[in-house]
């Protein structure tokens, strides 16, 4: 069979169960942006929704309408991407819109003057992540000049911690004192929006002093702590498990080279396995000779080359046969590989790696693996 993203949506209601009991009374606003990081958005919503999410975070208005189409109610952030969209994405689906520059502030109050509509504004503060946000040093004057808008509709403020993991520690305690200034000022402008938000997945579990009503939880949600050191304070099970089958097994000895002679020697007699996933799946073809893969609940080395539909491992012992199934990260038995594991391999993030999963690859929703 060819390659397929088993989705294990009893594992999703698992971790929004978890997360949503570390982080309470705060509630969770379940970001499934970029179609839920490839394990799709509808049927991540339904579950994320029946478990009691909050609501939702999503990368375009074209998911919100998605959503609002498919009938979900519940409170929808469109994070990026809506400026200069059509005036029916902001009127007509009741979608709140992040304003992360003064520009998209003054965007929108001028569109809620137009339209007769109050649009719903999350107003971002970059606290010391550096990448976007209304700097935190020209919050007294943001602040004094909405105070004056008449016509959006301002329902959070928030920012986004650089919190990692336990190293950014220090970093994240700072930016959270710098949050709690700029709320101090707003009260004292009578700037008070009902809700405010900072944590992201790995501050939400690690850092129980930061402030807000709500959390914004993504790739934890699906099963990949974001870091070791948060995947330690809480048990997560992953979402989505990739897999491939064995086409072809050959006997490999000591000193042979597998696929081909320059591409990697073997270092003891094994077998060498075909397996039918390549890098037209999304998979990173630089993953090779440095990522493991699961065979049998076990770990193999993932090695010599990858073709744009196949790639090769190494096994030892009994022989592996045809139809077999790899695993290239999720779980099979008792193991399981991370995303975090693979990410730093590639110098990229934990989320990329579903996200880069081509959407042909076919997408096997259920309960239960």
Same mark, same amino acid.
């Given at each position: &069979?060819?390659?397929?993203?088993?989705?294990?949506?009893?594992?999703?209601?698992?971790?929004?169960?978890?997360?949503?009991?570390?982080?309470?009374?705060?509630?969770?606003?379940?970001?499934?942006?970029?179609?839920?990081?490839?394990?799709?958005?509808?049927?991540?919503?339904? !579950?994320?929704?029946?478990?009691?999410?909050? #609501?939702?975070? !999503?990368?375009?208005?074209?998911?919100?309408?998605?959503?609002?189409?498919?009938?979900?109610?519940?409170?929808?952030?469109?994070?990026?991407?809506?400026?200069?969209?059509?005036?029916?994405?902001?009127?007509?689906?009741?979608?709140? *819109?992040?304003?992360?520059?003064?520009?998209?502030?003054?965007?929108?109050?001028?569109?809620?003057?137009?339209? #007769?509509?109050?649009?719903?504004?999350?107003?971002? *503060?970059?606290?010391?992540? #550096?990448?976007?946000? $209304? /700097?935190?040093?020209?919050?007294?004057?943001?602040?004094?000049?909405?105070?004056?808008?008449?016509?959006?509709?301002?329902?959070?403020?928030?920012?986004?911690?650089?919190?990692?993991?336990?190293?950014?520690?220090?970093?994240?305690?700072?930016?959270?004192?710098?949050?709690?200034? $700029?709320?101090? =000022?707003?009260?004292?402008?009578?700037?008070?929006?009902?809700? =405010? /938000?900072?944590?992201?997945?790995?501050?939400?579990?690690?850092?129980?002093?930061?402030?807000?009503?709500?959390?914004?939880?993504? $790739?934890?949600?699906? #099963?990949? +702590?974001?870091?070791?050191?948060?995947?330690?304070?809480?048990?997560?099970?992953? !979402? &989505?498990?990739?897999?491939?089958?064995?086409?072809?097994?050959?006997?490999?000895?000591?000193?042979?080279?597998?696929?081909?002679?320059?591409?990697?020697?073997?270092?003891?007699?094994?077998?060498?396995?075909?397996?039918?996933?390549?890098?037209?799946?999304?998979?990173?073809?630089? &993953?090779?000779?440095?990522?493991?893969?699961?065979?049998?609940?076990?770990?193999? +080395?993932?090695?010599?080359? &990858?073709?744009?539909?196949?790639?090769?491992?190494?096994?030892?012992?009994?022989?592996?046969?045809?139809?077999?199934?790899?695993?290239?990260?999720?779980?099979?038995?008792?193991?399981?590989?991370?995303?975090?594991?693979?990410?730093?391999?590639?110098?990229?993030?934990?989320?990329?790696?579903?996200?880069?999963?081509?959407?042909?690859?076919?997408?096997?929703?259920? +309960?239960?693996?």
């Amino acid at each position: &069979m060819p390659p397929l993203a088993h989705i294990n949506l009893t594992a999703l209601a698992h971790n929004f169960s978890a997360l949503a009991s570390r982080v309470a009374p705060k509630r969770v606003l379940a970001v499934i942006k970029w179609d839920a990081y490839g394990h799709g958005l509808l049927d991540c919503a339904r !579950v994320l929704a029946d478990a009691g999410a909050w #609501g939702f975070g !999503v990368s375009s208005p074209a998911d919100g309408i998605t959503l609002r189409k498919a009938g979900f109610d519940l409170p929808i952030l469109v994070m990026t991407d809506w400026v200069g969209k059509p005036q029916k994405c902001f009127t007509d689906y009741n979608l709140s *819109f992040a304003a992360t520059s003064w520009y998209k502030v003054e965007y929108l109050e001028s569109l809620s003057q137009q339209t #007769g509509v109050r649009i719903s504004t999350h107003l971002k *503060f970059d606290t010391g992540l #550096g990448r976007v946000g $209304i /700097h935190h040093t020209k919050h007294r004057e943001t602040l004094e000049q909405l105070a004056s808008f008449k016509h959006l509709k301002l329902d959070a403020i928030y920012s986004h911690l650089a919190y990692g993991g336990i190293q950014d520690r220090a970093r994240g305690l700072q930016q959270i004192a710098t949050f709690n200034e $700029i709320m101090h =000022t707003a009260r004292e402008l009578g700037v008070t929006p009902p809700l =405010t /938000h900072l944590a992201n997945s790995a501050a939400a579990v690690a850092l129980p002093e930061v402030p807000g009503d709500l959390v914004r939880t993504g $790739i934890a949600l699906y #099963g990949q +702590p974001p870091s070791p050191t948060v995947a330690d304070l809480l048990p997560l099970q992953p !979402v &989505m498990t990739l897999t491939g089958t064995i086409t072809n097994v050959r006997k490999i000895k000591r000193g042979h080279g597998f696929p081909a002679p320059h591409f990697w020697k073997a270092p003891y007699d094994g077998w060498g396995v075909e397996i039918d996933l390549g890098f037209s799946s999304g998979y990173p073809r630089t &993953m090779v000779n440095s990522a493991q893969v699961l065979y049998n609940g076990r770990r193999v +080395p993932l090695v010599g080359v &990858m073709s744009r539909d196949n790639s090769y491992t190494f096994i030892i012992g009994e022989k592996p046969q045809v139809g077999e199934e790899i695993v290239f990260w999720g779980k099979q038995k008792d193991e399981t590989i991370f995303l975090y594991e693979l990410s730093p391999l590639i110098d990229a993030l934990p989320y990329e790696l579903t996200t880069w999963l081509n959407p042909k690859v076919p997408r096997s929703a259920s +309960p239960s693996l």
